[in-house]
């Protein structure tokens, strides 16, 4: 029984760290205009429609012509947080924690299953 209750929380771990209820379903991807101003870095484009994201960074928010320096493509909906920046803790501790949580598990269960 801990078992199951022990992989069923793994199963939910991985499925929020996928961001599996996040996004729109019909969601392409966001476009960080940056705007130059200390307070306000960037206006946040989201785009639900693969021509309107393409046409948008071909036109002046990416490689084309007229490409504004400093925009960048972000896939977090609704959200523009700068490229170099690192994860944030909890996505790197919360899915650590329940590995070596499990790790422990079944070598306790294992260390009980050869005394007897």
Known sequence: MKQKLAILALLIVIIAMTGFAGASPN???????????????????????QQGFDSAWENGHGNGQGAHSGDFISNTEGQCAPPEQIPEFPTIALPAGAAIGLMFLFSRKNKKNKEE
Do not use: E
């Open 27 to 49: 969601y392409v991807g966001t476009i960080c205009h940056s705007t130059g101003s200390a307070s306000n870095p960037y206006v946040i484009i989201d785009f639900y429609s």
